[in-house]
């Protein structure tokens, strides 16, 4: 019978009381708990991190406090919306969390442009230019007439006699 079940993590179904007929509800309520347990442990795994804050570069801690502002804010908004507040202060909660939203995705955007642009390899980059400069015609006249190295001196074409 019901009376002699018990639930996944092993609370009897008779500490529900009238509620102990309705299985969904079970269910749905050990969820909830097991959820909260893991939201409990993962707060527990952030405070032991914080502790290494003052160590994180700049980086890191742009990254931890977005991710402790959006866990705050979705923490509140399932509190709220737990209590059946109206949506009115659902959608000062909601906005907060897409601002943050947003941080987190600048973050990313920059984290992206540092890590993934291409780098100039500026000892091989000044091989080529110096390749591309050198003109193997250029006289010692030239650099006589204090002509810039890496321009070339136009040839005059010879008029052609009429």
Known sequence: MVNDMETDIGTPVDDYGVLKGDLVFIRNNENLMQAI??????LASVNREYEK???FTAE????????????VNSL??????????PNTVMDD????????REAMKRL????????????LDQPAAQ????????????TE????????PNKKKRREKKAEPE
């Open 141 to 148: 006249s030239d650099k006589q007439n204090d002509a810039p």
């Open 76 to 85: 509140f908004w399932m509190h709220e919306k737990m209590l059946g507040r």
């Open 93 to 100: 909660i909601k906005a907060d969390l897409d601002r943050v």
């Open 60 to 71: 890191e801690k742009v990254r931890f406090d977005t991710l402790c502002a959006f866990c």
């Open 53 to 55: 804050y003052p160590n």
């Open 37 to 42: 347990d893991q939201i409990q442990e993962t």
């Open 127 to 138: 091989r080529f230019v110096r390749a591309g400069l050198y003109d193997a015609n250029n």
């Open 108 to 119: 990313q955007t920059i984290h992206d442009n540092l890590t993934k642009r291409p780098r």
